[in-house]
């Protein structure tokens, strides 16, 4: 990842954009943290940041043409947040704080502004800020320009004065009735001033025309640059009313015609680009997405005095109703973006800096690593950004930099290697055939959990399909894959598509919905069918028709990697329709399903959090959740849900001891598998099992509560056998002599285990086993 | 990593091998090309060494986590 892909993936985070309303501001007041700032009562923050956009608060508060409003989101659940009558509570009800800001060293430039309505003062009044000498020329005896045109009772005189008082602070000269086109000529200005802004106001519309015409004679107005109100003439600058119809003028955007005109006569001075970064200024649309669809619709709030404007219980009653617009869509679905805190555009930065730091804590390798890679993410974004490509990506680099924790996805890696063992994997065409038509690819995890499902599925599709249907027994390479191990996964990928040449290239029947996926991207020269859409077809067995229990409805849950595969979702769908069972929709379903907890290796990267993946699942509907994935039902049924696999309905399988079933634990997966591959063999190729290890002859007596233990510590039986293997055999162990029992220690590869245990009656009981990855240097000390 | 950590009960360990208990000793303890020095028993004649359940699962796991990300 580098620094160019990094802000292409931030720029689709639109969270921090600006709401709307900040956005359709031409000076952007940001109404949203002024809202919240109201909402809790405290208006001086309020005016803070109110003031900090608006020269003339008091003004602007009372005759702003809000153009805010009109793009308010509130407007889709009830009427538009009263954001101008806010703005002016908050000055009405915060201490009165007027700060100029530090003005800058005085500059030896001179600036004359011609027009004293608000958009020359706005221009006036920033240049003076940032050091300028400014001489401002109105041709009235007052300044304020048509601003007078208000009435008293909309707009009262003391409130412009009180905002025109901060001139003087900024130090300007105001030189009233002289006429800039009449009493002196723009020549005679641009002669003595190094810049010029024209702003010239009028009593009525005729007379802004008639002046602007006049006064700018020399000028064409059409030909002013909208970007950087640079007039053709060198050194003269124009905007405000002069720029816009009568019916089209707005106060607001004066004000942010003077400020934008105050930025291009400082960058003239500075002799800098008067173009370069100019985004952003004066009105435009945000790409923030907001959904309003769930926000109670709430009526403005009424004022007892309109003429008094809110008071401040109003005030934060109306405040209150700004909705506070933000996206977190994907936030809001994934429990894994809302576990750490924040949001993809931080994210990203988090993960592209935990990539590039050479020394120093990688804080983001969790983030990274806990990732189900599933995609509901960029489902649900308006611009398509998915986390699960950022961090599988960052997988791959820590891994190639040799920076992945070698705890983080060890155990499954294994898992994987164990499945593609001598042990458990098997690649034949059908029994009493040398060709194979299809071949029937279960996947290492139903093997796993259940395989009894694998050799009635083989048997049935034997059964109803002609042209051979091979078997072929092993794990896909998804650990590998979702651990960033290319090598691994590019070899394993290998063996299969050799295997799968050799048994003349048929179409491969997939059971488990992460295989299908996998073969889908990483082997498209194969012909893949979901098992459920060969079932949908083929028909169902006997038993699994017309099924007396089966009347009850059934939530179900489909497997995120089969997100866009709709005919798979129809499939399984048929199938339960055929079996009579009623269905029921998740609210996240389908295209938007939500992973189990196992995608990506969540599980062992952060259990803690697959755990809540898995409670907020389950928790989504009081029916019985259907899984047509083995890992799927697994892990939502260890949340203590009762889940059923289809494969249960389609071989009607009784119900209620099928939906309860814990699935098995890690030794006993491990041996569903051996067992599996022996069973298969013997009854359809009439071969005996490949001999066992010499250490799985050693008997292991553990209780429940203990095997609960060495699950959650990733410990086998065959792990624990090996250490009584070695310890006995060597004679390295300890003894404890007040307990009388033993401790042994053996390291097969990374992980040292530890095991505690006594011998009695032909069978080793074993009290405790635990593990660790630091290494232990035992050499001899005498 | 301390000694408390590691030396609950001191006496009650015997190495089978060497028929001998368990003595505190310095054991160089590593991971990831960082090494310690760490005060555990361990048998004085051939080295083996006990790691307690609570050394292993806790303060190992940690000083692994803080190794693996840095």
Not at chain 1, 298 to 315: Q, V
Not at chain 1, 490 to 508: C, H, T
Not at chain 1, 666 to 689: C, D, F
Request: glycine fraction near 6%; charge should be negative; proline fraction near 5%.
């Amino acid at each position: 990842m580098d620094q160019e892909e990094l802000g292409k993936l931030e720029a689709r985070c639109i969270q921090e954009q600006p709401a709307a309303c900040a956005a359709a501001c031409p000076v952007h007041v940001d109404a949203r943290a002024l809202s919240a700032a109201v909402a809790k009562g405290d208006f001086a923050s309020a005016a803070k940041i109110f003031r900090k956009s608006v020269p003339f608060p008091g003004i602007i508060s009372r005759i702003c043409d809000h153009p805010c409003e009109a793009v308010c989101k509130r407007r889709e659940a009830g009427e538009a947040v009263s954001i101008r009558a806010i703005e002016k509570a908050c000055l009405d009800w915060a201490e009165d704080f007027r700060d100029t800001g530090i003005p800058l060293s005085k500059k030896d430039k001179r600036v004359a502004v011609a027009g004293g309505g608000l958009s020359g003062l706005t221009a006036a009044f920033d240049l003076a800020r940032k050091g300028y000498s400014v001489e401002v020329f109105e041709k009235e005896a007052r300044l304020g320009g048509s601003l007078f045109r208000f009435s008293e009772n909309d707009l009262p005189h003391d409130i412009v004065e009180a905002d025109f008082k901060v001139l003087e602070k900024v130090g300007i000269t105001v030189k009233l009735n002289v006429s800039v086109g009449d009493d002196i000529s723009l020549d005679e200005i641009c002669e003595e001033f190094d810049a010029v802004y024209l702003a010239p106001g009028g009593e009525s519309d005729e007379e802004t025309r008639g002046r602007g015409n006049r006064l700018t004679k020399a000028l064409r107005i059409d030909l002013i640059d909208p970007l950087t109100l640079a007039a053709t003439t060198p050194k003269v600058f124009a905007g405000g009313s002069i720029r816009r119809p009568p019916e089209r003028r707005s106060p607001i955007e004066s004000i942010s015609d003077g400020r934008r005109a105050a930025i291009s006569i400082d960058r003239y001075l500075q002799n800098v680009s008067l173009t370069a970064s100019r985004i952003g200024e004066g009105p435009y649309e945000t790409r923030l997405f907001t959904r309003t669809e769930e926000i109670e619709p709430l009526p403005e709030t009424s004022m007892a005095d309109a003429d008094r404007g809110y008071s401040m219980e109003e005030a934060i009653l109306e405040a209150r109703r700004c909705i506070q617009c933000q996206c977190l869509e994907c936030v809001k679905v994934c429990e894994y973006l809302n576990s750490f805190g924040s949001y993809p555009k931080k994210y990203v930065r988090q993960i592209y800096n935990n990539l590039s730091i050479v020394m120093g804590h990688r804080h983001a390798n969790k983030l990274i690593n806990s990732c189900s890679l599933c995609g509901l993410c960029r489902e649900v974004c308006p611009d398509d950004l998915h986390m699960g490509l950022v961090c599988r990506k960052a997988r791959e680099i820590m891994v190639k930099q040799g920076r992945m924790p070698p705890s983080a996805h060890d155990f499954p890696i294994r898992d994987m290697l164990f499945s593609n063992s001598e042990k458990c994997a098997l690649a034949r065409p059908q029994p009493g055939t040398e060709t194979s038509s299809h071949l029937f690819f279960p996947g290492c995890q139903l093997c796993a959990s259940s395989p009894e499902h694998v050799r009635k599925t083989y048997s049935l599709l034997c059964e109803k399909l002609s042209g051979g249907v091979g078997l072929m027994l092993r794990c896909c390479g998804a650990p590998a894959e979702w651990s960033g191990r290319v090598d691994l996964f590019s070899d394993s990928l290998s063996d299969v598509k050799l295997l799968w040449d050799q048994m003349g290239r048929p179409q491969i029947i997939l059971a488990c919905s992460t295989c299908y996926e996998i073969f889908r991207t990483h082997l498209p020269e194969a012909e893949i069918v979901s098992l459920w859409e060969v079932l949908d077809l083929l028909g169902l067995p006997e038993p699994a028709q017309n099924d007396p229990v089966a009347s009850r409805v059934l939530a179900i849950h489909d497997a995120c990697s089969t997100r866009h595969e709709k005919h798979i979702h129809e499939s399984v769908r048929n199938i339960l329709r055929r079996i009579g069972f009623k269905m029921e929709e998740l609210p996240l379903s389908r295209e938007k399903s939500e992973c189990c907890g196992y995608g990506g290796l969540m599980f062992f990267a952060n259990p803690e959090l697959a755990r809540n993946v898995i409670n907020k699942r389950i928790r989504q509907s009081e029916a019985d959740f259907l899984a047509y994935c083995a890992m799927c039902r697994d892990y939502l049924a260890s949340g203590g849900k009762r889940t059923l696999h289809l494969l249960d309905l389609v071989f009607g399988a009784p119900i209620d001891s099928a939906a309860q079933r814990r699935g098995p634990g890690y030794t006993l997966r491990h041996e569903n598998r051996v067992r599996l591959k022996n069973m298969l063999l013997k009854e359809l190729w009439g071969e005996s099992a490949a001999g066992e290890e010499y250490y799985g002859m050693i008997r292991l007596s553990i209780s429940d509560e203990l095997r609960e233990l060495l699950e959650k510590r990733q410990v086998l039986d065959s792990d624990i056998q090996q250490v009584i293997d070695f310890a006995e055999r060597s004679n390295t162990k300890l003894l404890n002599r007040r307990t009388g029992r033993f401790l042994a220690h053996y390291k097969p590869a990374a992980v040292t285990y530890w095991v505690e245990y006594t011998f009695s009656d032909g069978e080793f009981v074993i009290h405790n086993a635990y593990t660790h990855r630091m290494e232990i240097s035992e050499e001899a000390k005498l | 990593m301390n000694e408390q950590d590691a030396a609950p009960t001191e006496t009650d360990w015997l190495c089978t091998k060497c028929e001998l208990p368990l003595e505190m000793g310095k054991v160089n303890v590593g991971y990831l090309g960082s090494m310690f020095p760490v005060d555990l028993l361990r048998c004085r004649r051939c080295g083996q060494v006990f790691i307690p359940e609570e050394l292993a699962m806790g303060k190992m796991v940690e000083v692994e986590k803080l190794l693996e990300d840095k």
